[in-house]
């Protein structure tokens, strides 16, 4: 079975810190894929970032970058120069690439940017 | 701009009544997951259809819950009957149904039963 552990509950920082959100998976799979979801008060879940096992490369995205490592099964995210706009809950998620496409969620980290 | 559409997007309803939500998958993505949202459990996976066939639906409530897809364009999500319990947020999500693709989920249909 997999699962994906977000071990932060909450974080709240001021406007413009850096911040980083700790996701980390098990599986016993050797091939999978993992995922960044947001979901800002309005509700919907919006996908961020997928990435497959098979790249361990780090991504960056504007001020969004990802640091995969297989060694610690850990895939977190971090904020530079954060926004109030960044507030949401930010999802881990993971899904086998053998079979359906379906998701295992984290429980989320809820982080609130302050002005 | 393709996106999944869900309805309604807020319900409220007595105990005992059937709930029917309703989600139109991208046109063209095979693949629909059904997924329930709580405070307690989280973002659970109740059941998935590819190409109109259900693959699993261990994770939903057989005795009350229920999943079809009539058609390429429509899946439902039926409760009878509703309890307290089943207030949650509902999310359908689809997907192409190749590997390399994300699911893109709709807005979602609250769920109040009192």
């Known amino acids: 079975a997999q699962k994906v552990t977000q071990a932060q509950t909450e974080i709240s920082v001021v406007e413009k810190e850096d911040v980083t959100l700790d996701c980390v998976y098990e599986t016993r799979d050797t091939t999978y894929y993992l995922f960044w979801y947001k979901q800002p008060p309005s509700g919907e879940l919006v996908f961020l970032i997928r990435?497959?096992?098979?790249?361990?490369q780090n991504e960056i995205s504007g001020r969004y970058s990802w640091n995969f490592q297989k060694s610690t099964s850990s895939f977190n995210f971090t904020i530079t120069a954060s926004q109030v706009v960044d507030s949401a809950v930010y999802f881990c998620?993971?899904?086998?690439?053998?079979?359906?496409?379906?998701?295992?969620f984290g429980q989320g980290t809820r982080l609130t940017i302050n002005p | 701009d393709a996106r999944v559409t869900q309805t309604p997007r807020h319900k409220v309803t007595e105990m005992g009544q059937e709930v029917t939500m309703r989600c139109q998958p991208i046109l063209g993505h095979n693949t629909v997951f059904w997924y329930r949202q709580t405070m307690m459990q989280g973002l659970e996976l109740l059941a998935y259809?590819?190409?109109?066939?259900?693959?699993?639906d261990s994770g939903m409530p057989k005795d009350r819950f229920s999943a079809e897809m009539p058609d390429a364009t429509l899946a439902t999500l039926k409760i009878q009957p509703s309890e307290p319990r089943d207030s949650a947020v509902y999310f359908c999500?689809?997907?192409?149904?190749?590997?390399?693709?994300?699911?893109?989920f709709g807005q979602g249909t609250r769920l109040t039963v009192v």
């Open positions: 259809f590819r190409n109109r066939a259900p693959l699993d």
């Open positions: 990435r497959n096992s098979f790249d361990e």
């Open positions: 999500a689809s997907a192409a149904g190749n590997m390399n693709t994300e699911a893109f």
């Open positions: 998620a993971l899904s086998l690439i053998q079979g359906a496409q379906k998701l295992v």
